[in-house]
C-alpha cells in the first residue's frame, strides 16, 4: 500500500517563508508527475505547481516567482518552497502523486497540511 504524507505547514507571517514536503513510502514503485494544490475555506482545490518525472517544472501564475518546486527521487520526495508569503496564500495544501507500482499507474492524494499567512 502507497501512503503519501505532507508536512511542514504552519502559521508564518506575510513575507515569511515555509517549505512544504511530500513523501511517499511504499517499495517497488515509481514516482511520475507530482503537483501540489490548495483549497482555501469556501473555495474549490486549485493547482499550485507541478513536476514531471524529468523534472519539468509548471506553476499557476498567482504564485510565479515565489513558490518553487523540485524533487528528491532518492528520497521519495517532492518539495513547495513558498516565499514572499501573502494572507491569500492560507489554505490546506495538498499533495498528488503518480505512482507506478506492480503495472499499474495511479493517482495517490496526501491527507494535506494547513498553511496559515497571518500577522
Known amino acids: 500500500q502507497v501512503q503519501v504524507v505532507e508536512s511542514g505547514g504552519g502559521l508564518v507571517q506575510p513575507g515569511g517563508s515555509l517549505r512544504l514536503s511530500c513523501t511517499a513510502s511504499?517499495?517497488?514503485?515509481?514516482?511520475?508527475?507530482v503537483g501540489w494544490y490548495r483549497q482555501a475555506p469556501g473555495k474549490q482545490r486549485e493547482l499550485v505547481a507541478t513536476?514531471?518525472?524529468?523534472?519539468?517544472?509548471n506553476y499557476a501564475d498567482f504564485v510565479k516567482g515565489r513558490f518553487a518546486i523540485s524533487r528528491d527521487n532518492a528520497k521519495n520526495t517532492v518539495y513547495l518552497q513558498m516565499n514572499s508569503l501573502k494572507p491569500e496564500d492560507t489554505a490546506v495544501y495538498y499533495c498528488?502523486?503518480?505512482?507506478?507500482?506492480?503495472?499499474?499507474?495511479?493517482?495517490?492524494w496526501g491527507q494535506g497540511t494547513q498553511v496559515t499567512v497571518s500577522s
Open positions: 498528488n502523486m503518480r505512482i507506478a507500482r506492480f503495472g499499474s499507474v495511479l493517482d495517490y
Open positions: 513536476i514531471s518525472a524529468g523534472g519539468s517544472t
Open positions: 511504499s517499495a517497488t514503485f515509481r514516482i511520475y508527475g
